[in-house]
């Protein structure tokens, strides 16, 4: 959000962190140090009929933010899926001038660090802007109606095509932002607080892959007939879990680092990445490793199918860990994935990660052993979301290993429903694994 379009107002708000109080600046940004044993908890009043952005950075932990009124009554919890680097943010309008405070707390879960900082921004949003939001929010009630949100993607595009009359980087940074970001649908807004989408980002990206996305951009209207394809995927999916939950679905295009994450509410689709195909022009990823994921494949509707089945089975994937399971980081981080690609593999017909699969069924047994051999580590750097360190081998092997445990605990599983059922709900990666004998499978 640019400081333009906030009130230039200062706030006073006391802060209570480590046993010391300050005060800080209504629209200045303060670092905290959050531990496991101390959070940080900060007090302010705020004025009836304003309207409050608060927004927290996580650098290196996970954390969740509790507001409440000045009774302590609880008014919302936020806890975004962006784990560890990322915003946790609210916006508020109070109902009466009053006391609210505000608790950022570590979250208590396997994997998260036991210290690190987050970054607090507490700022008035001015009237002249939420004049503007009102006209734009009228112009999105439409598209924010439907199951499937494809409209950011024209708005995407009317930005890339006004580059050409930008003659500054400020000027190219405020295209972006005014065009594409400040005219968000709710799912394009849910997937800027997810990867951290900035103006700044979106100029940076288009400025080092410009025959990529002019290559990709007929690929990403072919979502704009996505309806009948995720109520396919959706259909699917019901029938084989019976406890499945639905949610929106939003076509966006990103800065070419995610082809899809999920929110409370929606599936998010990063379209550039989801829709590219071997026929796009990838020549400026070199040989990458994720310039072969791009690569894979040449049917943009079954990639789109494909994907859309891989995250909507992240948003059913909400059983608390149970906390008495042996830790097992890495094995649960693979098989969170993993699963996505056999339980989408069953309503799609294909899977996201086609380069990892055909490596994996060629070098099983060692995929398998180097894998184990890590089986708990508490760090996922060899095996996920590793596209710009690993040499030699595909990116994302851990998918892999996830889902062949899945594909071998339901082909022994007598009873198909309940295997989807477990798989799905799985919550002790370590009982899981033998239950599934995949260990003892013979491999390759």
Same mark, same amino acid.
């Given at each position: 959000?640019?400081?333009?379009?906030?009130?230039?107002?200062?706030?006073?708000?006391?802060?209570?962190?480590?046993?010391?109080?300050?005060?800080?600046?209504?629209?200045?940004?303060?670092?905290?140090?959050?531990?496991?044993?101390?959070?940080?908890?900060?007090?302010?009043?705020?004025?009836?009929?304003?309207?409050?952005?608060?927004?927290?950075?996580?650098?290196?932990?996970?954390?969740?933010?509790?507001?409440?009124?000045?009774?302590?009554?609880?008014?919302?919890?936020?806890?975004?899926?962006?784990?560890?680097?990322?915003? %946790?943010?609210? %916006?508020?309008?109070?109902?009466?001038?009053?006391?609210?405070?505000?608790?950022?707390?570590?979250?208590?879960?396997?994997?998260?660090?036991?210290?690190?900082?987050?970054?607090?921004?507490?700022?008035?949003?001015?009237?002249?802007?939420?004049?503007?939001?009102?006209?734009?929010?009228?112009?999105?009630?439409?598209?924010?109606?439907?199951?499937?949100?494809?409209?950011?993607?024209?708005?995407?595009?009317?930005?890339?095509?006004?580059?050409?009359?930008?003659?500054?980087?400020?000027?190219?940074?405020?295209?972006?932002?005014?065009?594409?970001?400040?005219?968000?649908?709710?799912?394009?807004?849910?997937?800027?607080?997810?990867?951290?989408?900035?103006?700044?980002?979106?100029?940076?990206?288009?400025?080092?892959?410009?025959?990529?996305?002019?290559?990709?951009?007929?690929?990403?209207?072919?979502?704009?007939?996505?309806?009948?394809?995720?109520?396919?995927?959706?259909?699917?999916?019901?029938?084989?879990?019976?406890?499945?939950?639905?949610?929106?679905?939003?076509?966006?295009?990103?800065?070419?680092?995610?082809?899809?994450?999920?929110?409370?509410?929606?599936?998010?689709?990063?379209?550039?990445?989801?829709?590219?195909?071997?026929?796009?022009?990838?020549?400026?990823?070199?040989?990458?490793?994720?310039?072969?994921?791009?690569?894979?494949?040449?049917?943009?509707?079954?990639?789109?199918?494909?994907?859309?089945?891989?995250?909507?089975?992240?948003?059913?994937?909400?059983?608390?860990?149970?906390?008495?399971?042996?830790?097992?980081?890495?094995?649960?981080?693979?098989?969170?994935?993993?699963?996505?690609?056999?339980?989408?593999?069953?309503?799609?017909?294909?899977?996201?990660?086609?380069?990892?699969?055909?490596?994996?069924?060629?070098?099983?047994?060692?995929?398998?052993?180097?894998?184990?051999?890590?089986?708990?580590?508490?760090?996922?750097?060899?095996?996920?979301?590793?596209?710009?360190?690993?040499?030699?081998?595909?990116?994302?092997?851990?998918?892999?290993?996830?889902?062949?445990?899945?594909?071998?605990?339901?082909?022994?599983?007598?009873?198909?429903?309940?295997?989807?059922?477990?798989?799905?709900?799985?919550?002790?990666?370590?009982?899981?694994?033998?239950?599934?004998?995949?260990?003892?499978?013979?491999?390759?």
């Amino acid at each position: 959000m640019k400081q333009s379009i906030l009130s230039t107002l200062l706030l006073l708000v006391t802060v209570v962190s480590f046993g010391q109080t300050q005060k800080i600046e209504f629209g200045k940004e303060y670092p905290v140090s959050i531990t496991k044993e101390l959070n940080s908890e900060y007090s302010f009043q705020l004025q009836k009929g304003g309207l409050y952005a608060v927004s927290v950075l996580q650098q290196g932990i996970d954390v969740k933010l509790v507001f409440s009124d000045g009774d302590n009554k609880q008014i919302l919890e936020k806890d975004s899926p962006n784990g560890s680097n990322g915003y %946790e943010q609210f %916006e508020f309008t109070p109902t009466a001038t009053s006391l609210y405070h505000l608790n950022i707390i570590r979250l208590d879960e396997e994997g998260n660090a036991e210290k690190g900082k987050v970054t607090v921004l507490i700022t008035k949003i001015s009237k002249v802007e939420i004049q503007r939001r009102e006209k734009i929010k009228k112009e999105l009630a439409p598209e924010n109606g439907k199951i499937v949100q494809t409209l950011d993607i024209d708005h995407f595009w009317q930005a890339f095509d006004n580059l050409k009359q930008c003659k500054t980087r400020n000027d190219s940074i405020h295209n972006f932002q005014t065009v594409y970001l400040d005219r968000a649908t709710d799912g394009l807004k849910d997937f800027i607080i997810a990867r951290q989408f900035t103006a700044e980002k979106f100029v940076d990206a288009v400025a080092h892959f410009p025959k990529f996305y002019k290559s990709v951009r007929k690929n990403t209207y072919e979502v704009k007939n996505a309806v009948p394809l995720v109520e396919e995927i959706v259909s699917k999916f019901q029938q084989i879990y019976p406890n499945f939950t639905p949610h929106k679905v939003c076509f966006a295009i990103g800065i070419v680092n995610t082809g899809g994450t999920v929110s409370d509410k929606f599936l998010l689709i990063g379209t550039e990445v989801s829709t590219s195909t071997k026929n796009t022009d990838l020549s400026e990823f070199k040989n990458s490793a994720f310039g072969k994921q791009l690569a894979s494949g040449d049917d943009v509707i079954q990639k789109i199918k494909n994907i859309v089945a891989h995250e909507y089975v992240h948003t059913q994937q909400n059983t608390p860990f149970d906390k008495n399971a042996i830790s097992c980081g890495l094995l649960y981080s693979a098989m969170q994935e993993g699963f996505c690609d056999f339980i989408g593999e069953l309503t799609s017909g294909s899977q996201i990660n086609l380069v990892g699969l055909e490596y994996g069924d060629k070098n099983e047994k060692q995929v398998w052993k180097d894998f184990k051999s890590e089986l708990c580590n508490s760090s996922n750097k060899n095996w996920l979301y590793n596209y710009s360190s690993v040499k030699d081998k595909p990116a994302d092997l851990g998918y892999y290993v996830g889902y062949k445990i899945a594909q071998e605990y339901y082909k022994n599983a007598p009873d198909k429903k309940q295997a989807v059922i477990d798989i799905i709900e799985m919550n002790d990666p370590i009982k899981f694994l033998q239950l599934s004998r995949y260990d003892q499978k013979p491999k390759n």
